[in-house]
């Protein structure tokens, strides 16, 4: 194979960037299509390899798969002794190991993942291709929440996987999807293999593999006992099609929290499950609508044990979704008075029924047809009870008790004007307190790109933990920690660009801050080394695209800078560089040498 580079240019049209990965003989990379003016992924191994006819041959089939789940491959062919296939690039992806950097996944986004991969997976089995490395990090979710699985063309043939019997590698790709929904719903990897970032599942003391139940809690009761038949008794679905649809219905949106809450008297705690609008490309036929909303409701409370939460999914409305008929609740944008269908079934159920009936039910109580779901309203007027009859002695009293208001608040009234009368010259000293008070707040949109505060002298909240943040993991992930270890001479350093754009169109790279829980955040010092770059300042409670969002606030200097935050609460902060600092070198890069917040 020819010696491969950045700047190395593959059949005249290609010219390769910046190196993502590297997997046994073959390298993966990003590159400029030259003709089209984008850019995209390059994979390149020796021509004269074992394994590369194989590789080329699964590539040109791969080609000829169109489904929404699996990157196009757009050209193969070999040049001087490197072979290549070129797909289209996939920006702001992240993978689900990347995501499972700090947190579980919610079951939901595990079932959507997954669900939303095997079927693409199916897809390409039809046409007799399989990948039979499947791990975390080939399943990623584009900012707008479309799933896509990668390497298919080649991992299986380079690996010299792909002398399986069809029946063979369709189950060893069902296995390792099973794999990874144990691994969302964990943060274990239960396979063989360990996997890069991951921690490996402990057996049980009999050698057993545990079930995500006896790990975490909160695990739908399907996703259990798929993980446990078909890990650990070698049963479950058999190709991946069939895991899709055991899978099916998911959420048609990106799922992004699982809160817990506690509703009314008579009625079990439920989850809530909030969602970003834009779930893929194109919605999977059978997932997303109406009906598969009501079928996933309906799932979580047949499911779910009696001591359980009964989850309730409540997601962000979509044009042509009925709120009320087609997830089977009522919802009145109040989440704390929503009712769940059962609960007003029954309660139409003992409307409709004989008064008799009712009194026997509920021993005799006059007010046999009173749902829990709902209280009392508070009395309309103090001293009232609220269950009355409306007579003259009230009608009085209410009239005394109105007047009595008015008279109070015209006698507030002329106070407050005739203490505006007094003030109308002010004193020197006020005037002059006034007009720093509008140059303050005159110069307030100015502290959104610049710090005009004093440095923090506050103690500093600790950083649990740092790590890269962008495509594919962000820049150098193995420098992150650098940035917050209390030595000034070290730091995190982006990969070198020859613009200060970095990778263009947009996209950024940067650092992820995990404080452990939500904290109050009052400001965040960082020290640079180069020349002025722009760092925009994310915040939330859970891990989710800096797309989706805006920024709190953004530096645009050089040195050390104090970004204010102004108390927000958050876990998680992103520090997103969008504008490099030019190095002495010449080059862009960003290097963040300290990072410090404050409370």
């Not at 009145?332 to 079934?345: C, V």
């Not at 005009?452 to 920690?481: C, E, F, H, M």
């Amino acid at each position: 194979m020819q010696a491969i580079g950045e700047n190395t240019v593959l059949a005249q049209r290609y010219t390769l960037t910046r190196k993502l990965a590297g997997r046994g003989d073959q390298e993966l990379w990003i590159a400029t299509d030259a003709t089209l003016g984008r850019e995209v992924t390059a994979t390149v191994f020796a021509a004269d390899s074992d394994h590369a006819e194989a590789a080329l041959d699964s590539a040109r089939r791969a080609a000829g798969v169109e489904d929404r789940h699996l990157p196009r491959v757009l050209d193969v062919g070999t040049q001087d002794g490197t072979a290549y296939v070129i797909t289209e690039a996939l920006h702001g992806a992240d993978s689900i190991a990347a995501m499972l950097q700090f947190d579980p996944l919610p079951p939901e986004e595990v079932r959507r993942m997954v669900g939303e991969a095997a079927s693409g997976l199916g897809a390409a089995s039809a046409r007799g291709l399989h990948h039979l490395q499947l791990t975390p990090h080939d399943i990623v979710t584009s900012p707008d929440g479309a799933v896509s699985v990668l390497g298919l063309p080649t991992d299986a043939a380079l690996a010299g996987a792909d002398e399986l019997s069809s029946e063979e590698a369709s189950r060893a790709d069902t296995v390792a999807l099973v794999q990874i929904v144990y691994a969302g719903l964990t943060r274990r990897w239960p396979g063989e293999e360990s996997v890069p970032g991951l921690q490996d599942v402990t057996r049980r003391a009999d050698g057993e593999l545990p079930a995500p139940s006896e790990l975490v809690s909160g695990v739908p009761g399907d996703l259990d006992t798929l993980c446990r038949t078909t890990l650990g008794a070698d049963e479950g679905p058999r190709t991946p099609g069939e895991l899709a649809r055991q899978l099916a219905p998911w959420s048609s949106e990106r799922v992004t929290t699982s809160t817990r809450r506690t509703t009314g008297s008579g009625r079990r705690p439920g989850a809530t499950l909030a969602a970003v609008p834009g779930g893929g490309r194109g919605a999977l036929a059978g997932t997303g609508s109406a009906d598969d909303d009501r079928a996933l409701e309906e799932r979580a409370h047949d499911e779910a044990p009696a001591t359980e939460a009964v989850p309730t999914r409540t997601a962000l409305p979509r044009a042509g979704v009925a709120t009320a008929a087609g997830n089977g609740s009522t919802d009145t944008g109040d989440e704390t008075a929503q009712i769940s269908g059962a609960d007003l079934a029954r309660a139409r159920a003992r409307a409709a029924a004989p008064r008799d009936d009712l009194d026997d039910d509920f021993g005799g109580d006059p007010r046999g047809d009173y749902d829990p779901s709902f209280t009392d309203l508070e009395p309309p007027v103090p001293g009232l009870d609220g269950h009355f009859e409306a007579d003259n002695q009230s009608s009085r009293l209410a009239l005394v008790i109105v007047g009595l208001l008015v008279v109070v608040a015209v006698v507030f009234a002329a106070i407050g004007l005739r203490g505006i009368g007094g003030s109308s010259k002010p004193s020197t000293s006020s005037t002059s307190a006034g007009a720093a008070t509008s140059s303050g707040s005159a110069s307030a949109p100015a502290s959104r790109t610049t710090s005009a505060k004093p440095t923090p002298t506050a103690t500093p909240v600790t950083i649990q933990r740092v790590t890269s943040y962008g495509i594919n993991g962000g820049d150098n992930s193995r420098l992150a920690a650098k940035a917050a270890d209390e030595d000034p001479g070290s730091y995190w350093q982006s990969y070198d660009y020859s613009t200060a754009d970095g990778r263009g169109g947009g996209q950024g790279t940067g650092l992820l801050l995990d404080l452990g829980s939500v904290q109050t955040v009052g400001s965040v010092k960082i020290t640079t080394t180069g020349g002025p770059s722009t760092i925009k300042f994310f915040v939330s409670d859970h891990i989710e695209p800096v797309s989706s969002r805006d920024p709190e606030t953004t530096l645009t200097g050089q040195g050390t800078q104090t970004a204010q935050l102004n108390g927000v609460q958050a876990r998680y902060i992103t520090l997103w560089v969008t504008k490099l600092s030019k190095q002495d070198n010449g080059r862009f890069q960003e290097r963040i040498n300290d990072v410090k917040v404050y409370p």
